[in-house]
C-alpha cells in the first residue's frame, strides 16, 4: 500500500491536518527563502554604507547624496539619514543647546533602529508559531486516525495486524508532515533570529559611532 494511497483513505479529519500542515510548510518555505535574501542583503548593504561612510567623504555631502536616492532596505543608511537630518534641524535653530540638539538626533536615530529591526524580524514569528505547533498539530491527526481504526474494531471479531495497520499508517503520517513542516521552520528562525540579532548589534555600533561623530560637530563652536 502506497503512501498516497493511505493519505487518499484517510478521514476527513486526517486529510484536514494534513492539508493544513502542508500548506504551513509551503508558506514557511517561502519565507525562509525570502528572509534570507533580505539579511544577506541587508548585510551587503551594511558593509558598502560603513565603507562610504569612513571613507572620508564629507557628511554634508553623503547626506545629499543618500537623500537624493534614499534606499529603504540599508538600514545604516536610514539610521544615518534619520541621525543627521534631525542634527541638522535643530542645529539650524539659534539658542538650542548641543546638548539638545544631540538628544533629538540620537532619539531620531533609536527610532530608525527600532524600524529597521521590525523590519529584520518580519515573518519570524510564523516561522515560531510553525515550528513549534505543526508536531502538536501532526500529533492530533494521528490519535485521531488511531481513534477511528481502534473503534473500527469493534464490528471486526478478530482483531489482526492487518486490520489495523492501515489506519494506523495513514495516522502516522500526519504526525511525519507536522515534523517535515516544523523541523525547516525552527532551523531557520534559530539561525536568522540569530542573524537579525548580530545585524542590530551592527546598527547599534553604528549609531553610536555617528553619535559620537555629530557630538564633535555639535561641540566644535564652543
Known amino acids: 500500500m502506497s503512501i498516497w494511497s493511505l493519505v487518499v483513505n484517510a478521514s476527513v479529519v486526517v486529510q484536514l491536518v494534513m492539508l493544513l500542515l502542508l500548506l504551513a510548510s509551503v508558506v514557511s518555505w517561502v519565507m525562509i527563502f525570502q528572509r534570507h535574501a533580505v539579511l544577506r542583503q541587508a ?16 557628511l554634508s555631502q553623503l547626506f545629499r547624496e543618500v537623500n537624493h536616492s534614499p534606499d529603504a532596505d540599508n538600514g545604516a543608511e536610514n539610521i544615518f539619514r534619520a541621525g543627521i537630518k534631525e542634527f541638522t534641524r535643530l542645529n539650524q535653530q539659534p539658542g538650542v543647546d548641543p ?38 498539530i501532526g500529533l492530533f491527526g494521528t490519535v485521531w486516525g488511531i481513534m477511528n481504526s481502534f473503534r473500527g474494531l469493534a464490528n471486526v471479531h478478530q482483531a489482526t495486524l492487518a486490520s489495523v495497520a492501515p489506519g494506523i499508517s495513514e495516522a502516522l503520517i500526519a504526525t511525519a508532515i507536522g515534523l ?16 537579525t540579532e548580530t545585524l542590530m548589534n551592527s546598527y547599534e555600533t553604528f549609531a553610536d559611532e555617528f553619535s559620537s561623530v555629530l557630538h564633535r560637530r555639535a561641540h566644535a563652536g564652543q
Open 180 to 195: 517535515f513542516a516544523a523541523i525547516p521552520a525552527v532551523i531557520a528562525y534559530n539561525r536568522y533570529s540569530a542573524q
Open 43 to 58: 548585510k551587503q548593504k551594511l558593509h558598502y554604507f560603513e565603507d562610504r561612510f569612513w571613507s572620508g567623504m564629507d
Open 99 to 136: 546638548d539638545a540638539v544631540m538628544d533629538g538626533a540620537q532619539r531620531s536615530m533609536r527610532v530608525a533602529l527600532a524600524r529597521e529591526e521590525e523590519r529584520l524580524e518580519t515573518h519570524l514569528p510564523f516561522l515560531a508559531t510553525v515550528g513549534s505547533t505543526s508536531p502538536y
